[in-house]
């Protein structure tokens, strides 16, 4: 069955479907450019007027430079093709990230209060009071929000950001971040040289208990047997060289602690990690954002699309409502020829339906 379709002759030629073409189109756009242009200017002026609300941000950056001893080896992996069996030096730079958003020291960055100059004008604000929130978790996620994050994986270099409304504190917050990484690696990020060096410490605080201890049993059993270099007894000969041999071994391995023990204490010293800062928090003197024109000649754009969108699509509706019933007859025979057994199906239901409801008295 093909679909009847009925053309309307004239300047203004239209299809029953409501389709346009480009001219049809180019013209509705035309007719209606008022609606467009109105709706354009109408969003343009709101979104200034929000974004003008906006305070301006400003945005301080640092730098560290990579360390660690496996940064080499790791960038030999990486080009081997071998990335997947990369695992990061206890003391590499490439775990500072994680550790720079470890809520231990993030917690530490919100407990500070930060005293700054803004505009010639000192001032003194915690970021409870700058954010206006006194919920923990909240405050971590709104710490998390205003600080950024970067590293090369090129050159292993990391560079942080921290934006707030106030140049001079942006650059406080990002330096009190700076503080707690360096006292983090340096005393509590744990390393096998300073666990090493912790063992040997107690094992050769122990051997020195245990060498005195032997030492004065010696003593005390040697003033009871005063004459016991001359003495023939074999027992006091016996106990006096089990004595001396206790001595000697534990004096050896007293030795051999110490010696492993100040060697530890030197590979401390190098297994200390440090964070090398290439480029110290900048004071920021040009905002970051918000982007006004850039963001307002968006929305001005999106907003165009959108009404010219509306304007076509309005138009379409009012031609097919024009032919309504002449479109819903073509869809209603398409249906029928699409599905012949369906339809018929539901027709005779319909007629058993109308046949079997009561007809009403008057």
């Given at each position: 069955?093909?679909?009847?379709?009925?053309?309307?002759?004239?300047?203004?030629?239209?299809?029953?479907?409501?389709?346009?073409?480009?001219?049809?189109?180019?013209?509705?756009?035309?007719?209606?450019?008022?609606?467009?242009?109105?709706?354009?200017?109408?969003?343009?002026?709101?979104?200034?007027?929000?974004?003008?609300?906006?305070?301006?941000?400003?945005?301080?950056?640092?730098?560290i430079?990579?360390?660690?001893?496996?940064?080499?080896?790791?960038?030999?992996?990486?080009?081997?093709?071998?990335?997947?069996?990369?695992?990061?030096?206890?003391?590499?730079?490439?775990?500072?990230?994680?550790?720079?958003q470890s809520?231990?020291?993030?917690?530490?960055?919100?407990?500070?209060?930060?005293?700054?100059?803004?505009?010639?004008?000192?001032?003194?604000?915690?970021?409870?009071?700058?954010?206006?929130?006194?919920?923990?978790?909240?405050?971590?996620?709104?710490?998390?929000?205003?600080?950024?994050?970067?590293?090369?994986?090129?050159?292993?270099?990391?560079?942080?950001?921290?934006?707030?409304?106030?140049?001079?504190?942006?650059?406080?917050?990002l330096?009190?971040?700076?503080?707690?990484?360096?006292?983090?690696?340096?005393?509590?990020?744990r390393?096998?040289?300073?666990?090493?060096?912790?063992?040997?410490?107690?094992?050769?605080?122990?051997?020195?208990?245990?060498l005195?201890?032997t030492?004065?049993?010696?003593?005390?059993?040697?003033?009871?047997?005063?004459?016991?270099s001359?003495?023939?007894?074999?027992?006091?000969?016996?106990?006096?060289?089990q004595?001396?041999?206790?001595?000697?071994?534990?004096?050896?391995?007293?030795?051999?602690?110490?010696?492993?023990?100040?060697?530890?204490?030197?590979d401390?010293?190098?297994?200390i990690?440090?964070?090398?800062?290439?480029?110290?928090?900048?004071?920021?003197?040009?905002?970051?954002?918000?982007?006004?024109?850039?963001?307002?000649?968006?929305?001005?754009?999106?907003?165009?699309?959108?009404?010219?969108?509306?304007?076509?699509?309005?138009?379409?509706?009012?031609?097919?409502?024009?032919?309504?019933?002449?479109?819903?007859?073509?869809f209603?025979?398409?249906?029928?020829?699409?599905?012949?057994?369906?339809?018929?199906f539901?027709?005779?239901?319909?007629?058993?339906?109308?046949?079997?409801?009561?007809?009403?008295?008057?």
């Amino acid at each position: 069955m093909q679909r009847r379709v009925i053309l309307k002759s004239g300047p203004n030629q239209e299809v029953e479907n409501g389709a346009f073409n480009i001219f049809e189109a180019a013209s509705v756009i035309l007719n209606r450019r008022k609606t467009i242009f109105i709706g354009v200017i109408a969003v343009a002026v709101l979104t200034a007027g929000i974004l003008f609300l906006i305070p301006n941000k400003y945005i301080s950056t640092a730098t560290i430079l990579p360390s660690g001893n496996n940064d080499q080896m790791n960038e030999l992996k990486a080009l081997a093709g071998l990335g997947g069996l990369i695992s990061p030096d206890d003391n590499s730079s490439e775990l500072f990230p994680v550790i720079l958003q470890s809520q231990g020291v993030r917690n530490a960055v919100l407990s500070k209060t930060y005293s700054f100059v803004h505009k010639n004008k000192s001032m003194t604000l915690s970021l409870k009071e700058y954010f206006g929130i006194e919920n923990p978790d909240k405050l971590r996620k709104a710490l998390l929000h205003i600080s950024s994050i970067a590293t090369d994986k090129k050159t292993g270099v990391i560079t942080l950001g921290v934006e707030t409304e106030y140049p001079a504190l942006s650059q406080a917050i990002l330096n009190e971040y700076l503080v707690q990484l360096d006292d983090f690696v340096q005393n509590k990020q744990r390393s096998g040289a300073k666990e090493n060096a912790r063992y040997l410490a107690a094992q050769l605080s122990q051997t020195k208990l245990d060498l005195e201890a032997t030492e004065n049993q010696m003593e005390a059993y040697q003033q009871v047997n005063r004459d016991w270099s001359g003495s023939g007894d074999p027992q006091i000969l016996k106990t006096i060289a089990q004595l001396q041999r206790d001595i000697e071994i534990k004096s050896q391995t007293y030795a051999f602690l110490f010696q492993q023990y100040e060697s530890a204490k030197l590979d401390v010293q190098k297994d200390i990690p440090v964070v090398r800062i290439l480029d110290r928090p900048t004071l920021p003197t040009i905002k970051s954002g918000p982007h006004r024109l850039v963001n307002i000649i968006l929305f001005s754009l999106v907003t165009l699309m959108i009404m010219i969108f509306y304007v076509l699509f309005t138009e379409s509706v009012r031609r097919k409502n024009r032919n309504g019933w002449d479109d819903y007859s073509n869809f209603r025979n398409d249906l029928n020829d699409s599905f012949p057994r369906t339809t018929g199906f539901v027709n005779r239901l319909m007629k058993i339906e109308r046949a079997e409801k009561p007809i009403e008295s008057n």
